[in-house]
């Protein structure tokens, strides 16, 4: 596909760096061919995407990109899929890593469960990592599995770990249990607090005294989180095991720096 007459109706910069003169017709009828042959339309514009630091401008293709993924969802669901499918496969294609990142972006946007498995494998890739997660999070179906796989290769590097943990929180994972307990005796205090996190997301009763016997030992700003996050867990319970939660924060926070903590217990109680 040539895709050069399309990128030809969006603007250039100017001097300044500054898009200006945009033809807005112009620039629709460019996004209706491109939705018009989506998968054609995606591999071509990602073959135009330059790493911007050592190859060159290529702002026509990155606006031409992200305008369809706005635009799509919202156009044709079934070129969406096809656009996203075929935009995550350019991920397997030897690529610079500040396209790849770009690209991840705009699955964000128009992604669908089809491109989570292309997306995944980034997840333990230093410097897409949060691009990966991000864009997991925005899509959802799929996205919990894709985490949970990258967890065992990200044990060696701690952003990783945090990324992947910090994934299956937002997403209250229930099969992530197991992982959470684990991120309890970690040795990084961010992924200790992950593992609280994730647990309180949850709320499986059974988890409720491991969780308590973790979350006393943090100190500092670890502690006053790991309590509010017990809090979390607490509003998530009933009856006796709630209560068992306010009761331990008043017997655990005895310095005077955590009065406030004891008083809202009591208010819960």
């Given amino acids: ?46 073959d135009k995407l330059k790493d911007p630091s050592t190859e060159g401008s290529d702002v026509q293709a990155r606006h031409a990109m992200h305008a369809t993924a706005i635009r799509i969802p919202k156009a044709d669901r079934s070129a969406r899929k096809t656009y996203s499918e075929a935009l995550a496969a350019t991920l397997a294609d030897k690529r610079p890593d500040r396209v790849k990142g770009f690209i991840i972006r705009q699955l964000q946007v128009c992604g669908g469960k089809e491109a989570v498995p ?24 799929g996205a ?35 992982a959470f307990l684990d991120a309890l005796v970690d040795k990084d205090g961010q992924c200790r607090l992950l593992g609280l996190w ?34 979390q867990f607490a509003e998530k319970l009933s009856g006796k095991d709630a209560a068992k939660v306010y009761k331990h924060i008043q017997d655990t926070r005895k310095d005077p720096t955590e009065k406030h903590l004891v008083e809202l217990a009591k208010a819960a109680l």
């Fill in 198 to 231: 994730g647990l309180a997301q949850v709320a499986d009763k059974a988890t409720l005294d491991a969780f308590l016997k973790a979350e006393q030992k943090e100190t500092g700003y670890a502690r006053n989180q790991a309590a509010h996050l017990a809090f």
């Fill in 118 to 141: 292309a997306i995944g494998k980034f997840l333990t890739t230093g410097g897409l990592a949060d691009d990966a997660a991000q864009a997991l999070l925005a899509i959802q179906d």
């Fill in 1 to 46: 596909m040539n895709i050069q007459p399309i990128l030809d109706a969006f603007p250039l910069p100017a001097k300044r760096g500054i898009l200006s003169d945009i033809d807005k017709d112009a620039a629709e009828a460019a996004i209706d061919k491109i939705i018009a042959n989506p998968a054609e339309a995606a591999k071509a514009l990602a």
């Fill in 144 to 178: 919990a599995e894709q985490f949970r796989a990258a967890l065992p290769t990200a044990k060696s590097d701690t952003t990783l770990r945090q990324t992947s943990l910090h994934g299956l929180a937002q997403l209250a994972d229930k099969a992530s249990i197991p």
